[in-house]
């Protein structure tokens, strides 16, 4: 720690001093002059919504984004960081939200890898002292692309603190964990803390947040709007400051929502009224048989899933138990190896996919980028993907209507862009999603299978996609909400499934779900 | 000359390009531009083996010459994120149309070719290049998965963004690899018209530059693997050859085949084992949104 400056000034030398910080990308200026300080030994939470800037900030202290203006002092020192290696050097390690980490890799090369020295015995030795000391418990020699997502986060964690990090900063770390990997997750911060190191904690979820920050920022809009010493903010207010409405957060209905959105509220609590459920059964798969990634090998367990006209059926499951080969194969995506699915009494089994598209299945996928748009495409074009041959005219694409309804679906699900023919991968992660569900719901959907839907949105999104999910089954269509983030899925799930290891292990009614016990289900501990 | 002593000289330059696609490869950069870059080698290698008598100042200036041309790769995939099939074709036509040019323009046409020495026995009955290839592929291995720099060139190759964020010098690192496998590339070359030929003709490379980069792939992009791929289609040579000259009742077209047909076979049914570096033919983008 440093020594309190003499005189007047009775604060320490913070450990980092991030002053006036501002980037632009093109036109957008997505950090305007942002003063952000964290003191030795501090849990700092960093609070806001995407495209508030607060990952933008943290890949400005990483190196990864060149900033257009400010400083930033280490140690009361001012350091200029224009690519990682002057950042770790600096002692700043990070944990980005998707692990970079070189798959074909074992353990510890991807922890010495950039560093003078080879994944030798010696490295091997560093690996699982440091795993030792800090909670961490990983295998040195296992490949990471065999290892689950929380295991691969030590790996991450790992890497910073062999590079000898001062400030350890954490972009979303408990999104995809279960309730015991993130009880582990904090005892290990608390571990680094109390060794003198900082953590910068970027999170979107307030009950973390007030549990484990002895400090929090709160970002909107690529300024800092708020900094609290822990103790001294109630979820409230910090949820107030982080929508930037306070009115419509000081609604008691609507704060409890926003809490609940924020993995605030406690469990078994059910905030929102259940719709009217009308009981006749809408799709059923039964006994239905996916193919692995791989082919031949199945991914999925013969399973049966039934779903009611206006029910939301949640999935929980650690990442890669095989959510991506259930959703396909529930939209027709992947073909079924065996079973029958039916919509509506409809066979939909055998059927190219077209046949399920227009039969009402509509597929919201995980990965956005990816699965969801084409990125060099307006975002007209996106929108009218897989509706194109109701707005053909003779023949030809009737473009004067899909821009008007381009521009209409942009105001209704306010859509931050430009304009309709802006290329889709130009916007942000939130706004790419809102794309997404403006053409998803404009197909009246029967039956809707999400996948991660709020995946690194902020609140003000997330909030809005639930809200739009809910309205969908309140007017009858069934939902299928796949999450590898617990809270989302109790959130809005009607009835929970557990997948693990390719089948699904448990079911669960709203008001009968335990976190802890869902969170031992996820890992294939039998409750 | 027995069989083994002819397949042993004939796995020279498969071993030699091969291993230089893979260095580029593991880079991210996939080089298309063998067969090309082999031309050049042999064209300079033998222009100054003739002109100043030494077939070892011969082989450094063709890996020069090819390490120009692979740096020019690696810069424009680099810093200016063209497609590498584009510029890789674009260089393989022009090194074709350089190592004939070199050659009209320093010999002129003529029915009596010059000759240069071929490359001497030192051991076993083989030339140095023979002992260079092999043990040079086993210090590949070595180097590739048991040393920090064999390490950070693998991880550029596999996920540049993860190797960037621990402050790999991607960039540096591309350049470096995409000249130096493009050099080995050259060297494949002017191993040719000094082992079999003595002089240069524009039908030298025949082919083999595109077969080393099956064989990059066959060997899964490690040079152990392709150090023994290179037996194999070596050996293919070899018999190619003794079906055209003792005639032992197959097309020598067919032989000729035979590589390409194993490696498809190996991509089909031993594709995890024969994993290609995941980065292959792609550009980084340090601040892209859509890396990864």
């Not at chain 1, 090369?109 to 560093?126: F, I, M, Q, W, Y």
């Not at chain 2, 330059?13 to 042999?42: C, D, H, K």
Request: hydrophobic letters at 50%; a neutral charge; aromatic letters at 6%.
């Amino acid at each position: 720690m440093s020594e309190p400056q003499a005189g007047a000034d009775r604060a320490p030398t913070p450990l980092l001093r991030m002053t006036g910080i501002r980037k632009e990308f093109g036109p957008v200026v997505a950090l305007d002059g942002v003063d952000f300080t964290v003191g030795a030994r501090e849990i700092h939470g960093l609070l806001g919504g995407n495209g508030a800037g607060k990952t933008t900030l943290m890949n400005v202290l990483y190196g990864l984004y060149a900033a257009d203006g400010g400083t930033v002092e280490i140690d009361g020192v001012p350091v200029t960081i224009g690519s990682p290696r002057d950042a770790i050097k600096a002692g700043v390690g990070m944990v980005h939200q998707s692990f970079l980490q070189v798959d074909t890799f074992t353990v510890t090369e991807n922890v010495v890898l950039g560093t003078e020295n080879s994944a030798d015995a010696a490295a091997k030795a560093r690996v699982v002292e440091l795993s030792q000391r800090f909670g961490l418990a990983v295998d040195p020699d296992r490949k990471v692309e065999d290892l689950p997502v929380g295991v691969r986060q030590r790996v991450e964690i790992l890497k910073a603190l062999y590079r000898g990090a001062k400030i350890l900063v954490l972009d979303e770390p408990t999104t995809n964990l279960t309730p015991q990997e993130v009880d582990a997750l904090f005892s290990s911060m608390k571990a680094i803390v109390d060794e003198g190191m900082s953590v910068i904690l970027i999170t979107h979820k307030i009950r973390e947040t007030m549990a484990v920050c002895g400090a929090m920022t709160v970002m909107r809009d690529g300024r800092r709007v708020a900094t609290f010493q822990g103790g001294t903010t109630t979820a409230d207010e910090l949820a107030a400051s982080m929508v930037g409405d306070s009115s419509s957060v000081g609604d008691p209905r609507n704060s409890s929502k926003a809490a609940v959105i924020l993995g605030g509220a406690e469990v078994g609590q059910t905030v929102l009224d259940t719709p009217d459920v009308q009981q006749s059964v809408r799709a059923v798969a039964e006994r239905i048989e996916i193919a692995g990634m791989a082919g031949g090998t199945a991914a999925i367990a013969p399973c049966s899933l039934a779903i009611r006209r206006g029910e939301i059926v949640g999935i929980a499951g650690v990442a890669g138990n095989g959510q991506v080969e259930l959703a396909e194969a529930l939209t027709g995506v992947r073909e079924l190896v065996a079973g029958s699915f039916e919509l509506d009494g409809v066979q939909l089994a055998g059927r190219p996919t077209a046949g399920w598209l227009s039969a009402g299945v509509v597929y919201v996928p995980e990965d956005r980028q990816r699965d969801g748009i084409l990125p060099d495409a307006s975002i007209t074009e996106n929108l009218m993907l897989g509706g194109q041959r109701e707005r053909a005219r003779g023949g030809l694409i009737d473009w004067a209507r899909a821009r008007q309804e381009a521009v209409q679906a942009i105001a209704d699900y306010s859509v931050r862009t430009p304009s309709a023919a802006t290329a889709a991968g130009q916007l942000s992660g939130g706004n790419i999603q809102r794309v997404i569900l403006a053409r998803a719901f404009a197909r009246r959907p029967k039956l809707l299978v999400l996948h991660n839907p709020t995946r690194g949105l902020d609140i003000a999104s997330t909030s809005f996609v639930f809200d739009r999910i809910r309205a969908a089954a309140a007017e009858g269509c069934a939902v299928v909400v796949i999450s590898e983030d617990l809270d989302e899925v109790i959130a809005l799930a009607d009835r929970l499934s557990v997948i693990y290891s390719g089948a699904l292990v448990a079911e669960r009614p709203r008001g009968a779900i335990d976190p802890y016990e869902v969170g031992r289900l996820m890992m294939g501990v039998a409750a | 000359m027995n069989t083994i002593a002819l397949i042993v000289t004939a796995m020279v330059p498969y071993i030699l390009v091969a291993q230089g696609t893979m260095i580029s490869g593991r880079a991210g950069i996939f080089n298309v531009a063998q067969e090309g870059l082999m031309l050049l080698g042999a064209s300079v290698g033998f222009l100054v083996s003739m002109q100043f008598g030494s077939n070892i100042l011969g082989l450094l200036v063709a890996a020069l010459a090819g390490a120009l041309v692979g740096f020019i790769l690696a810069w424009c995939t680099t810093y200016w994120r063209l497609d590498q099939f584009v510029v890789g074709l674009a260089l393989f036509f022009t090194c074709v149309g350089v190592a004939n040019l070199l050659y009209r323009v320093v010999v002129g046409v003529t029915t009596s070719p010059p000759l240069i020495p071929l490359l001497p026995k030192v051991f076993l009955g083989q030339n140095a290049m023979v002992y260079v290839a092999v043990l040079g592929s086993i210090g590949l291995w070595w180097w590739l998965y048991r040393t920090n720099s064999g390490m950070r060139l693998r991880s550029v190759g596999e996920n540049p963004k993860a190797a960037d964020s621990l402050g790999v010098n991607v960039a540096a690192t591309r350049l470096w690899a995409g000249t130096a496998g493009a050099a080995l590339m050259a060297l494949g070359g002017a191993y040719l018209p000094m082992v079999y030929t003595g002089t240069f003709n524009d039908s030298i490379v025949g082919g083999r530059g595109w077969l080393a980069i099956a064989l990059a792939f066959f060997g899964g992009w490690r040079p152990q693997f392709i150090l023994l791929g290179a037996a194999f289609f070596a050996s293919m040579d070899v018999l190619a050859l003794k079906a055209q000259v003792d005639g032992i009742g197959i097309p020598h077209q067919f032989v000729s085949m035979l590589p390409y047909v194993a490696t498809l076979l190996v991509m089909i049914f031993a594709f995890r084992w024969a994993r290609v570096p995941q980065f292959l033919g792609k550009n980084y983008d340090r601040e892209s949104r859509l890396v990864g």
